[in-house]
């Protein structure tokens, strides 16, 4: 059975740091894409960034480049994603995706930034 279990997610001050971490079983991890998305309400959800199977290859939203980071332990199946520099228009749902001719989805984490 597929589980992707986030979390890491909270209430944090304009300037400040989250890491988000999604635990994966399961499956394949390191056969995977992983991808964090995000959905504000009202809004779509859009990717925010993504790495290979081999960590070798990532890309990110404009909107995060240089704030976030994705990374990958696959000896411990797990995707992280280290936000800094948060603002208020970072404030979402945060999910985790894994795909690999198919995708799955984890149950999301809020996180909200305010002051």
């Known amino acids: 059975q597929v589980q992707l279990v986030e979390s890491g997610g909270g209430l944090v001050q304009p300037g400040g740091s989250l890491r988000l971490s999604c635990a994966a079983s399961?499956?394949?991890?390191?056969?995977?894409?992983m991808s964090w998305y995000r959905q504000a309400p009202g809004k779509e959800r859009e990717l925010v960034a993504a790495?290979?199977?081999?960590?070798?290859?990532?890309n990110y939203a404009d909107s995060v480049k240089g704030r976030f980071t994705i990374s990958r332990d696959n000896a411990k199946n797990t995707v992280y994603l280290q936000m800094n520099s948060l603002k208020p228009e970072d404030t979402a749902v945060y999910y985790c995706?894994?795909?690999?001719?198919?995708?799955?989805w984890g149950q999301g984490t809020q996180v909200t930034v305010s002051s």
């Open positions: 399961g499956f394949t991890f390191s056969s995977y894409r």
């Open positions: 995706n894994a795909w690999h001719g198919r995708g799955y």
């Open positions: 790495i290979t199977g081999t960590g070798g290859i990532t």
